[in-house]
């Protein structure tokens, strides 16, 4: 049982190149989030989905996309790569509705925007 | 404004020792409140949840305490081990239930 895959795990960038991190979760969750970590800060919501089809912005979406085509995939894109997203990136899903779920995390993708 | 505040940032004690970790948080409405933990270079893996009715949460060797009319929580963590060498972060649920508030989480270190 994977939980949460997130790919690619280690990715550098340029400034102004676009790239796409990968979630995908095999729980069957409704819940996806994309959160970022940074040193001294508690991780931030970028974009979540509460079901196929759907996005919504989080607490910094500005410079991300997402998309979530289907139920088991969450895809976060930077369009034009920033220095200020270098960052940890965590996928997160839930089974959703009820608060109460566990929110199960991915291992990480670490980008450096150079 | 949502805030989880931890303390201490970081902690270093004996293996075999006890700790406890702090977490106080002015989060409205509350739903449930969580610690995790997450080894160096891994993702956070859930350790206890705990909504306003509960007081005590334990999982092995870890005890979660929640006072909901002081907005506090806590972590006990009993005999240590150097696999308990983590950050160990708190995590504020509010409605609607996707809203989490996290916490800069406390940095332990257990020495052999």
């Known amino acids: 049982n994977a939980g949460v895959t997130q790919t690619p795990k280690f990715r550098v960038l340029k400034t102004g190149q676009s790239m796409t991190l990968l979630c995908a979760q095999d729980m069957n969750h409704e819940y996806m989030y994309w959160y970022r970590q940074d040193p001294g800060m508690g991780l931030r919501l970028i974009h979540y989905s509460v079901g196929e089809g759907t996005t919504a912005k989080g607490e910094v979406p500005d410079g991300y996309n997402v998309s979530r085509l289907k139920k088991q995939n969450f895809l976060l894109g930077l369009e034009s790569a920033a220095p200020s997203q270098t960052s940890v990136y965590f996928c997160?899903?839930?089974?959703?509705?009820?608060?109460?779920?566990?929110?199960?995390f991915g291992e990480g993708s670490w980008l450096t925007v150079v | 404004k949502n805030q989880v505040e931890q303390s201490p940032q970081s902690l270093i004690i004996l293996e075999g020792k006890n700790c406890t970790l702090q977490?106080?948080?002015?989060?409205?409405?509350?739903?449930?409140l969580r610690w995790y933990k997450q080894d160096t270079g891994r993702g956070p893996v859930s350790l206890t949840i705990m909504t306003f009715s509960e007081n005590t949460k334990s999982n092995g060797r870890y005890t979660a305490t929640l006072d909901a009319d002081t907005k506090q929580s806590s972590l006990h963590i009993t005999a240590s081990q150097l696999s308990d060498s983590a950050s160990y972060i708190c995590?504020?649920?509010?409605?609607?239930?996707?809203?989490?508030?996290f916490g800069t989480g406390t940095r332990l270190k257990v020495l052999a």
């Open positions: 977490c106080n948080y002015t989060v409205s409405p509350f739903s449930n």
């Open positions: 997160a899903s839930s089974p959703g509705r009820i608060s109460g779920n566990t929110i199960y």
């Open positions: 995590v504020v649920s509010a409605s609607p239930a996707y809203k989490y508030i």
